[in-house]
């Protein structure tokens, strides 16, 4: 059996068929003569015989793994561990040399008009630093605080602007220390959507933010001073140091459209390609699951 767990919103999206990735993990794992069904999100360990799937994270089982889009729709990606850097693709290599270059610009464009149809790159003005949560506290993954990044980012002398995550639920504490920040750098300013903030970006510098993916998809340069998935073509304080990735950024050129492809096409899941259930099912197999 495999049981796949799933938000009340997703949850209904699957019942009703319209899930496109749910209906091929279904199909895939029916092809092999398994049974399927739906189910509400748990932290329990499956019992006997049962295998989950859980969206995003779950319990820590070797008969459960999790999935996750991967950025982008139609993709994603099945896992045993919730931490994307933790993930086969982190630590796999990318060989730019192996990427057709006309398929790889075509994908660019094709996700730059269906993700970003009203955003154009334009005369860069600002450095664009998009903030996620805890504000004040160093993690195992990140190099730095998210404080200590944004002050280390405006040291530069350049045009900051740090935006907030829509569901950062910040202390008082930690917007004091941002608010701080701007009484030391007249250059910085803290607020505004990063999604519009991007087109004008001179660069990107985040813990793992998701924009840093999106400014991909602009060919604008990223600085990461965190661990995540997508690191290989960006500046990386933990390889780096913070001095020299920051001062590296602004003339950083890389293989844009060539990673998309590779990423996107060659390390995760299409849901809409013909060799989906394959792919699924080889996700599926890894660590031993009996498919």
């Given at each position: 059996?495999?049981?796949?767990?799933?938000?009340?919103?997703?949850?209904?999206?699957?019942?009703?068929?319209?899930?496109?990735?749910?209906?091929?993990?279904r199909?895939?794992?029916?092809?092999?003569?398994?049974?399927?069904?739906?189910?509400?999100?748990?932290?329990?360990?499956?019992?006997?015989?049962?295998?989950?799937?859980?969206?995003?994270?779950?319990?820590s089982?070797?008969?459960?793994?999790?999935?996750?889009?991967?950025?982008?729709?139609?993709?994603?990606?099945?896992?045993?561990?919730?931490?994307?850097?933790?993930?086969?693709?982190?630590?796999?290599?990318?060989?730019?040399?192996?990427?057709?270059?006309?398929?790889?610009r075509?994908?660019?464009?094709?996700?730059r008009?269906?993700?970003?149809?009203?955003?154009?790159?334009?005369?860069?003005?600002?450095?664009?630093?998009?903030?996620?949560?805890?504000?004040?506290?160093?993690?195992?993954?990140?190099?730095?605080s998210?404080?200590?990044?944004?002050?280390?980012?405006?040291?530069?002398?350049?045009?900051?602007?740090?935006t907030?995550?829509?569901?950062?639920?910040?202390?008082?504490?930690?917007?004091?220390?941002?608010?701080?920040?701007?009484?030391?750098?007249?250059?910085?300013?803290?607020?505004?959507?990063?999604?519009?903030?991007?087109?004008?970006?001179?660069?990107?510098?985040t813990?793992?933010?998701?924009?840093?993916?999106?400014?991909?998809?602009?060919?604008?340069?990223?600085?990461?001073?965190?661990?995540?998935?997508?690191?290989?073509?960006?500046?990386?304080?933990?390889?780096?140091?913070?001095?020299?990735?920051?001062?590296?950024?602004?003339?950083?050129?890389?293989?844009?459209?060539?990673?998309?492809?590779?990423?996107?096409?060659?390390?995760?899941?299409?849901?809409?390609?013909?060799?989906?259930?394959?792919?699924?099912?080889a996700?599926?197999?890894?660590?031993?699951?009996?498919?």
């Amino acid at each position: 059996m495999l049981r796949i767990h799933l938000d009340p919103a997703m949850l209904d999206h699957a019942r009703s068929g319209n899930f496109n990735f749910m209906n091929r993990v279904r199909a895939a794992a029916e092809s092999r003569g398994w049974q399927t069904e739906l189910a509400p999100e748990s932290d329990a360990p499956p019992e006997r015989y049962v295998y989950a799937l859980h969206h995003m994270a779950g319990p820590s089982h070797r008969r459960a793994k999790i999935f996750r889009r991967t950025y982008i729709y139609p993709y994603w990606h099945i896992e045993r561990e919730p931490q994307r850097w933790r993930w086969p693709v982190a630590s796999a290599r990318f060989d730019p040399d192996t990427i057709d270059q006309d398929a790889a610009r075509k994908l660019i464009h094709e996700l730059r008009r269906r993700v970003m149809p009203d955003l154009a790159p334009t005369e860069p003005t600002h450095v664009l630093i998009p903030l996620q949560r805890q504000l004040t506290e160093t993690r195992s993954f990140q190099t730095m605080s998210p404080v200590e990044m944004v002050n280390a980012v405006a040291a530069t002398g350049r045009r900051c602007i740090a935006t907030l995550h829509p569901n950062g639920d910040y202390t008082q504490t930690e917007l004091d220390a941002l608010h701080t920040l701007t009484a030391v750098y007249p250059n910085l300013s803290i607020g505004g959507d990063s999604r519009a903030l991007l087109a004008g970006a001179e660069f990107v510098a985040t813990q793992n933010s998701a924009v840093a993916f999106d400014a991909y998809l602009l060919a604008r340069p990223v600085v990461l001073f965190a661990q995540i998935d997508f690191h290989h073509i960006a500046l990386n304080v933990s390889e780096l140091g913070v001095e020299k990735a920051l001062e590296r950024a602004p003339d950083y050129k890389a293989h844009y459209a060539k990673y998309l492809w590779w990423f996107l096409k060659e390390q995760a899941i299409d849901a809409m390609a013909p060799d989906a259930d394959l792919r699924i099912l080889a996700a599926l197999k890894k660590g031993g699951w009996p498919i």
